[in-house]
Nanobody
Framework: HVQLVESGGGSVEVGGSLRLSCAASGITYGSNCMGWFLQAPGKVREGVAAIDSGGFANYAYSVKGRFTISKDNAKNTLYLQMNSLKPEDTAMYYC???????????????????WGQGTQVTVS
């Protein structure tokens, strides 16, 4: 049974930082890609960043240079460090596990089949 639990969301001022965490269980953590997605109100869920088992990362253009994805295999935890936050980053953020893993790690919604419940990030 795959379980993904996000935490670390909240409200932050423009230009501020947040670090999201995703505790994973029920997967072969070290061998999987994992990703972060965001969904703003009324919009389609979209990929933000993904990482493979070797630490190779893939980022959406809108967050390159501001967000960093990482993972701690010993803790089975995925992270998203978000810096220089903008109002347009306001969204629900989800961690997810895809059906397969390759390079670059996928950012396409339909490639993912396990999802967490999400954590809200508000930038104002």
């Amino acid at each position: 049974h795959v379980q993904l639990v996000e935490s670390g969301g909240g409200s932050v001022e423009v230009g501020g930082s947040l670090r999201l965490s995703c505790a994973a269980s029920g997967i072969t953590y070290g061998s999987n890609c994992m990703g972060w997605f965001l969904q703003a109100p009324g919009k389609v869920r979209e990929g933000v960043a993904a990482i493979d088992s070797g630490g190779f990362a893939n980022y959406a253009y809108s967050v390159k240079g501001r967000f960093t994805i990482s993972k701690d295999n010993a803790k089975n935890t995925l992270y998203l460090q978000m810096n220089s936050l903008k109002p347009e980053d306001t969204a629900m953020y989800y961690c997810a596990v895809p059906r397969g893993c390759w390079r670059p790690p996928p950012l396409v919604l339909t490639e993912y089949n396990y999802w967490g419940q999400g954590t809200q990030v508000t930038v104002s």
